[in-house]
Protein backbone atom coordinates (compact mmCIF):
# COMPACT_ATOMS: atom_id res chain seq x y z
CA UNK A 1 0.00 0.00 0.00
CA UNK A 2 2.91 1.97 0.63
CA UNK A 3 5.49 3.58 -1.97
CA UNK A 4 8.42 0.58 -2.06
CA UNK A 5 11.39 2.56 -1.63
CA UNK A 6 12.54 3.54 1.53
CA UNK A 7 12.02 7.57 2.16
CA UNK A 8 14.26 7.21 5.39
CA UNK A 9 17.79 5.70 3.24
CA UNK A 10 20.04 8.72 3.09
CA UNK A 11 22.30 8.20 -0.20
CA UNK A 12 25.89 7.84 0.56
CA UNK A 13 27.50 11.05 1.45
CA UNK A 14 23.98 13.21 0.69
CA UNK A 15 23.91 16.22 2.73
CA UNK A 16 22.18 18.61 0.93
CA UNK A 17 19.35 19.04 -1.50
CA UNK A 18 22.16 18.83 -4.20
CA UNK A 19 23.96 15.49 -2.95
CA UNK A 20 21.02 13.30 -4.33
CA UNK A 21 21.69 11.25 -7.54
CA UNK A 22 20.16 11.79 -10.31
CA UNK A 23 19.13 7.73 -10.51
CA UNK A 24 17.61 7.89 -7.10
CA UNK A 25 16.02 11.18 -7.89
CA UNK A 26 14.34 9.83 -10.28
CA UNK A 27 12.57 7.56 -8.19
CA UNK A 28 11.46 9.76 -5.54
CA UNK A 29 7.81 9.60 -4.91
CA UNK A 30 5.93 12.57 -3.39
CA UNK A 31 5.53 11.01 -0.48
CA UNK A 32 9.06 10.27 -0.45
CA UNK A 33 9.74 13.99 -0.87
CA UNK A 34 7.74 14.92 1.84
CA UNK A 35 8.81 12.63 4.51
CA UNK A 36 13.27 13.73 3.53
CA UNK A 37 12.37 17.02 3.97
CA UNK A 38 10.89 16.62 7.38
CA UNK A 39 14.29 14.28 8.34
CA UNK A 40 16.88 17.06 6.16
CA UNK A 41 17.42 14.67 3.98
CA UNK A 42 18.63 15.15 0.47
CA UNK A 43 15.82 15.28 -2.35
CA UNK A 44 15.19 16.26 -6.01
CA UNK A 45 13.46 19.55 -4.92
CA UNK A 46 11.18 20.84 -2.07
CA UNK A 47 8.11 18.96 -1.98
CA UNK A 48 4.54 20.97 -1.68
CA UNK A 49 1.46 21.21 -0.12
CA UNK A 50 -0.94 23.95 1.24
CA UNK A 51 -2.70 24.67 5.06
CA UNK A 52 -6.63 24.36 4.36
CA UNK A 53 -6.24 23.08 1.05
CA UNK A 54 -9.00 20.79 1.56
CA UNK A 55 -12.11 22.78 0.37
CA UNK A 56 -12.65 26.45 0.24
CA UNK A 57 -11.69 27.68 -2.88
CA UNK A 58 -11.97 23.86 -4.88
CA UNK A 59 -14.89 24.10 -6.90
CA UNK A 60 -15.60 20.27 -6.43
CA UNK A 61 -15.76 20.80 -2.67
CA UNK A 62 -18.44 23.50 -2.88
CA UNK A 63 -20.19 20.65 -5.20
CA UNK A 64 -20.14 18.54 -1.56
CA UNK A 65 -20.92 21.36 0.44
CA UNK A 66 -24.30 22.36 -1.58
CA UNK A 67 -25.63 18.76 -0.69
CA UNK A 68 -23.81 18.35 2.92
CA UNK A 69 -23.47 20.09 5.69
CA UNK A 70 -19.39 21.36 6.87
CA UNK A 71 -20.07 18.64 9.89
CA UNK A 72 -21.37 16.09 8.26
CA UNK A 73 -18.38 15.98 5.89
CA UNK A 74 -15.93 15.98 8.74
CA UNK A 75 -18.40 12.99 10.81
CA UNK A 76 -18.53 10.92 7.63
CA UNK A 77 -15.40 8.66 6.72
CA UNK A 78 -16.23 8.56 3.05
CA UNK A 79 -16.96 12.08 2.68
CA UNK A 80 -13.91 13.28 4.76
CA UNK A 81 -11.81 10.53 2.78
CA UNK A 82 -13.06 12.25 -0.58
CA UNK A 83 -12.35 15.92 0.24
CA UNK A 84 -8.84 14.86 2.12
CA UNK A 85 -8.20 13.60 -2.02
CA UNK A 86 -9.58 16.32 -3.79
CA UNK A 87 -6.77 18.83 -4.13
CA UNK A 88 -4.26 15.60 -4.47
CA UNK A 89 -6.26 14.81 -7.62
CA UNK A 90 -6.70 18.49 -8.87
CA UNK A 91 -3.06 19.91 -7.91
CA UNK A 92 -0.75 16.62 -7.31
CA UNK A 93 0.74 18.01 -3.90
CA UNK A 94 3.05 15.88 -2.42
CA UNK A 95 0.92 15.78 1.05
CA UNK A 96 -2.49 15.31 1.66
CA UNK A 97 -3.73 17.06 4.63
CA UNK A 98 -6.61 15.01 6.38
CA UNK A 99 -10.17 16.91 6.25
CA UNK A 100 -11.40 17.53 9.89
CA UNK A 101 -11.23 20.02 12.29
CA UNK A 102 -9.49 20.47 15.53
CA UNK A 103 -12.70 21.23 17.17
CA UNK A 104 -13.51 17.62 17.44
CA UNK A 105 -11.17 17.30 20.28
CA UNK A 106 -13.38 19.36 22.27
CA UNK A 107 -16.67 17.54 21.17
CA UNK A 108 -14.92 14.25 21.85
CA UNK A 109 -14.82 15.62 25.41
CA UNK A 110 -18.15 16.74 25.77
CA UNK A 111 -18.07 20.03 24.52
CA UNK A 112 -19.76 19.93 21.13
CA UNK A 113 -19.65 22.94 18.58
CA UNK A 114 -21.18 24.52 15.51
CA UNK A 115 -21.43 26.90 13.18
CA UNK A 116 -23.12 30.22 13.48
CA UNK A 117 -25.28 31.72 10.47
CA UNK A 118 -23.22 35.16 10.37
CA UNK A 119 -19.75 32.60 10.36
CA UNK A 120 -17.29 31.66 13.49
CA UNK A 121 -17.59 28.52 15.10
CA UNK A 122 -20.03 28.28 18.60
CA UNK A 123 -19.11 25.70 21.17
CA UNK A 124 -22.05 24.52 23.00
CA UNK A 125 -21.50 26.16 26.34
CA UNK A 126 -18.54 28.10 27.39
CA UNK A 127 -16.04 27.05 29.99
CA UNK A 128 -16.82 29.32 33.12
CA UNK A 129 -16.50 27.27 36.28
CA UNK A 130 -13.77 24.90 37.68
CA UNK A 131 -17.56 22.63 37.25
CA UNK A 132 -17.38 23.01 33.76
CA UNK A 133 -13.82 22.27 33.90
CA UNK A 134 -14.55 18.79 35.66
CA UNK A 135 -17.29 18.03 33.04
CA UNK A 136 -15.49 17.70 30.26
CA UNK A 137 -13.14 14.26 29.73
CA UNK A 138 -11.18 12.60 27.27
CA UNK A 139 -12.41 9.52 28.81
CA UNK A 140 -14.24 8.18 25.49
CA UNK A 141 -11.69 10.05 22.81
CA UNK A 142 -11.19 7.21 20.66
CA UNK A 143 -15.11 6.11 20.49
CA UNK A 144 -16.13 8.98 19.84
CA UNK A 145 -13.31 9.98 16.81
CA UNK A 146 -13.56 6.20 15.22
CA UNK A 147 -14.68 8.31 12.33
CA UNK A 148 -11.74 9.84 11.87
CA UNK A 149 -9.77 7.14 12.00
CA UNK A 150 -11.85 5.95 9.40
CA UNK A 151 -11.53 8.50 7.44
CA UNK A 152 -7.84 8.32 7.49
CA UNK A 153 -8.18 4.82 6.32
CA UNK A 154 -9.72 5.42 3.17
CA UNK A 155 -8.16 7.96 1.99
CA UNK A 156 -4.81 6.20 2.75
CA UNK A 157 -6.31 3.48 0.36
CA UNK A 158 -5.78 6.09 -2.47
CA UNK A 159 -2.18 7.73 -1.15
CA UNK A 160 -0.25 5.15 -2.18
CA UNK A 161 2.49 8.14 -3.48
CA UNK A 162 1.70 10.76 -1.75
CA UNK A 163 2.58 11.64 2.19
CA UNK A 164 -0.98 11.67 4.39
CA UNK A 165 -0.71 13.98 7.27
CA UNK A 166 -3.08 14.20 10.42
CA UNK A 167 -3.33 17.22 12.86
CA UNK A 168 -4.67 18.31 16.51
CA UNK A 169 -4.95 22.04 17.60
CA UNK A 170 -2.54 22.55 20.47
CA UNK A 171 -3.66 22.50 23.81
CA UNK A 172 -3.43 26.16 24.48
CA UNK A 173 -5.57 26.87 20.96
CA UNK A 174 -8.03 24.42 22.17
CA UNK A 175 -8.52 26.40 25.32
CA UNK A 176 -8.77 29.45 23.60
CA UNK A 177 -12.28 28.00 21.56
CA UNK A 178 -13.53 26.05 24.67
CA UNK A 179 -13.16 29.71 27.40
CA UNK A 180 -14.58 31.70 24.83
CA UNK A 181 -17.32 29.62 24.15
CA UNK A 182 -16.38 29.26 20.08
CA UNK A 183 -14.50 31.72 18.43
CA UNK A 184 -13.54 35.38 18.55
CA UNK A 185 -11.63 38.23 17.22
CA UNK A 186 -10.17 39.16 20.75
CA UNK A 187 -10.13 35.79 22.52
CA UNK A 188 -8.99 37.10 26.61
CA UNK A 189 -10.42 34.42 28.85
CA UNK A 190 -7.54 31.73 28.20
CA UNK A 191 -5.23 34.67 29.38
CA UNK A 192 -7.35 36.00 32.49
CA UNK A 193 -7.41 32.14 33.87
CA UNK A 194 -3.90 31.53 33.61
CA UNK A 195 -2.69 34.48 35.50
CA UNK A 196 -5.95 34.51 38.00
CA UNK A 197 -6.58 31.02 38.67
CA UNK A 198 -3.63 29.46 37.27
CA UNK A 199 -4.99 25.97 39.64
CA UNK A 200 -8.27 26.03 37.48
CA UNK A 201 -5.88 26.71 33.97
CA UNK A 202 -3.82 24.11 35.28
CA UNK A 203 -6.65 21.47 35.18
CA UNK A 204 -7.99 22.00 32.28
CA UNK A 205 -4.59 22.49 29.94
CA UNK A 206 -4.23 19.32 31.89
CA UNK A 207 -6.94 17.53 30.19
CA UNK A 208 -6.48 19.03 27.11
CA UNK A 209 -2.53 17.49 26.85
CA UNK A 210 -3.80 13.81 27.39
CA UNK A 211 -6.94 14.86 24.93
CA UNK A 212 -4.36 16.02 22.13
CA UNK A 213 -2.07 13.26 23.01
CA UNK A 214 -4.54 10.18 22.76
CA UNK A 215 -6.21 11.77 19.55
CA UNK A 216 -2.47 12.08 17.92
CA UNK A 217 -2.41 8.02 18.84
CA UNK A 218 -5.09 7.08 16.95
CA UNK A 219 -4.27 9.14 13.62
CA UNK A 220 -0.85 7.22 13.76
CA UNK A 221 -2.28 3.85 14.21
CA UNK A 222 -4.82 4.42 11.64
CA UNK A 223 -1.63 5.90 9.13
CA UNK A 224 -1.05 9.56 8.60
CA UNK A 225 3.01 9.87 7.87
CA UNK A 226 3.22 13.01 10.03
CA UNK A 227 1.12 14.76 12.16
CA UNK A 228 1.17 18.90 12.32
CA UNK A 229 -0.12 20.95 16.12
CA UNK A 230 -1.96 23.77 15.33
CA UNK A 231 -0.97 26.61 17.31
CA UNK A 232 -3.02 28.80 15.29
CA UNK A 233 -3.60 31.14 19.01
CA UNK A 234 0.41 31.05 19.73
CA UNK A 235 -0.01 34.95 18.99
CA UNK A 236 -2.19 36.05 21.51
CA UNK A 237 0.77 35.25 24.49
CA UNK A 238 3.81 37.83 24.77
CA UNK A 239 7.25 36.29 24.44
CA UNK A 240 7.96 35.79 27.85
CA UNK A 241 4.49 33.70 28.19
CA UNK A 242 4.56 31.64 25.49
CA UNK A 243 6.85 29.03 27.17
CA UNK A 244 4.44 29.04 30.05
CA UNK A 245 1.13 29.36 28.31
CA UNK A 246 1.53 26.72 25.84
CA UNK A 247 4.71 25.94 24.78
CA UNK A 248 5.32 23.88 28.16
CA UNK A 249 2.50 22.18 27.10
CA UNK A 250 3.28 21.37 23.50
CA UNK A 251 6.68 20.53 24.84
CA UNK A 252 4.89 17.57 27.06
CA UNK A 253 2.39 16.13 24.20
CA UNK A 254 5.85 15.35 22.13
CA UNK A 255 7.66 13.47 24.95
CA UNK A 256 4.68 11.67 26.09
CA UNK A 257 3.70 10.69 22.30
CA UNK A 258 6.92 9.55 21.39
CA UNK A 259 6.04 9.96 17.98
CA UNK A 260 7.52 7.27 15.44
CA UNK A 261 6.38 9.80 12.97
CA UNK A 262 7.17 13.42 12.12
CA UNK A 263 5.99 15.94 13.93
CA UNK A 264 5.41 19.49 12.39
CA UNK A 265 4.82 22.61 14.86
CA UNK A 266 2.79 25.76 13.46
CA UNK A 267 2.91 28.38 16.67
CA UNK A 268 1.11 31.38 14.11
CA UNK A 269 2.60 34.62 15.91
CA UNK A 270 4.72 33.23 18.10
CA UNK A 271 8.74 34.32 18.18
CA UNK A 272 10.36 32.74 21.30
CA UNK A 273 12.55 30.52 19.34
CA UNK A 274 14.66 29.12 22.10
CA UNK A 275 11.57 27.70 23.26
CA UNK A 276 10.39 26.45 20.00
CA UNK A 277 14.04 25.28 18.55
CA UNK A 278 12.86 22.48 21.65
CA UNK A 279 9.79 21.50 21.93
CA UNK A 280 10.46 18.37 20.25
CA UNK A 281 9.41 18.58 16.69
CA UNK A 282 11.06 17.81 13.47
CA UNK A 283 9.52 20.44 11.72
CA UNK A 284 8.61 23.98 12.52
CA UNK A 285 5.89 25.67 10.33
CA UNK A 286 6.68 29.46 9.72
CA UNK A 287 4.05 32.12 9.54
CA UNK A 288 4.44 34.86 6.94
CA UNK A 289 5.58 37.29 9.26
CA UNK A 290 9.01 36.11 9.48
CA UNK A 291 11.78 37.05 7.59
CA UNK A 292 13.05 33.50 5.93
CA UNK A 293 16.09 34.99 4.76
CA UNK A 294 17.64 35.75 7.96
CA UNK A 295 15.84 32.82 10.17
CA UNK A 296 17.35 30.01 8.03
CA UNK A 297 20.81 31.40 9.77
CA UNK A 298 19.04 31.43 13.20
CA UNK A 299 17.45 27.79 13.28
CA UNK A 300 19.33 24.62 13.89
CA UNK A 301 20.20 22.96 10.82
CA UNK A 302 18.73 19.68 12.50
CA UNK A 303 15.31 21.35 12.05
CA UNK A 304 13.38 21.80 8.78
CA UNK A 305 11.44 24.78 8.21
CA UNK A 306 8.05 24.15 6.63
CA UNK A 307 5.82 27.69 4.73
CA UNK A 308 6.22 30.86 5.46
CA UNK A 309 4.66 31.78 1.55
CA UNK A 310 1.83 34.70 2.43
CA UNK A 311 -1.56 33.44 1.69
CA UNK A 312 -2.17 36.67 0.32
CA UNK A 313 -0.18 36.93 -2.23
CA UNK A 314 -2.10 34.18 -3.36
CA UNK A 315 -5.66 37.00 -3.83
CA UNK A 316 -3.66 40.03 -5.59
CA UNK A 317 -1.09 38.63 -7.79
CA UNK A 318 -0.89 37.62 -11.30
CA UNK A 319 -0.08 34.50 -11.81
CA UNK A 320 3.11 35.93 -13.55
CA UNK A 321 3.96 37.28 -10.36
CA UNK A 322 3.31 34.42 -8.24
CA UNK A 323 6.07 32.51 -10.11
CA UNK A 324 8.74 35.56 -9.70
CA UNK A 325 7.58 35.90 -5.97
CA UNK A 326 8.03 31.64 -5.82
CA UNK A 327 11.57 31.39 -7.12
CA UNK A 328 12.40 33.88 -4.79
CA UNK A 329 11.82 31.86 -1.69
CA UNK A 330 12.79 28.55 -3.42
CA UNK A 331 16.62 30.61 -4.05
CA UNK A 332 16.59 31.20 -0.76
CA UNK A 333 15.76 28.10 0.85
CA UNK A 334 17.98 26.81 -2.35
CA UNK A 335 20.96 25.32 0.03
CA UNK A 336 19.35 24.10 3.01
CA UNK A 337 18.64 20.53 3.12
CA UNK A 338 15.10 20.21 4.68
CA UNK A 339 12.57 22.66 3.79
CA UNK A 340 8.91 22.05 3.04
CA UNK A 341 7.08 24.65 0.79
CA UNK A 342 3.54 25.84 2.21
CA UNK A 343 1.91 28.77 3.18
CA UNK A 344 2.30 31.31 6.23
CA UNK A 345 -1.50 30.29 6.97
CA UNK A 346 -4.54 28.94 5.32
CA UNK A 347 -5.54 28.84 1.83
CA UNK A 348 -7.33 31.96 1.46
CA UNK A 349 -11.68 30.90 0.15
CA UNK A 350 -12.02 33.26 -2.75
CA UNK A 351 -8.23 32.27 -3.98
CA UNK A 352 -8.48 31.56 -8.03
CA UNK A 353 -7.33 28.12 -9.16
CA UNK A 354 -4.87 29.72 -12.02
CA UNK A 355 -2.85 31.06 -9.13
CA UNK A 356 -2.38 28.12 -6.71
CA UNK A 357 -1.34 26.22 -10.13
CA UNK A 358 1.42 28.74 -11.12
CA UNK A 359 2.84 27.95 -7.57
CA UNK A 360 2.48 24.27 -7.17
CA UNK A 361 3.54 23.76 -11.01
CA UNK A 362 6.67 26.68 -10.16
CA UNK A 363 7.57 24.41 -6.84
CA UNK A 364 7.15 21.00 -9.01
CA UNK A 365 10.00 22.01 -11.59
CA UNK A 366 12.41 23.75 -9.93
CA UNK A 367 15.41 23.40 -10.40
CA UNK A 368 18.25 23.43 -7.91
CA UNK A 369 21.41 25.36 -8.53
Not at 14 to 29: D, F, G, K, Y
Not at 306 to 333: D, Y
Amino acid sequence: MFATTDPNARPPGATSLRALPQSRASELTSRDRALRACSCEASDRPPIWFMRQAGRCLPEYRLLRARHSFLDLVRTPDLAAEVTLQPIWRFQFDAAILFSDILVVPEAMGQGYRFRDQGGVEMDFAIRTRADIARITPDQLEERLEYVSQAISKARLWLLRTALIGFSGSPWTLANFMLEGGSSTRPVRALELMEAAPDAFEALLEKLTVAVIRFLRLQIAAGVDAIQIFDSHAGILSQGAYKFGSGRWTKRVLEELQSPVPVIVFAKGARDWPTLFNLGQQVLSLDQGVDLNAFRALAPESMALQGNFSPEMLLHLSPRELRIKTTSLLNTMAGRPGYIFNLGHGVPPTTPLENLRAVVDTVRHFNLP
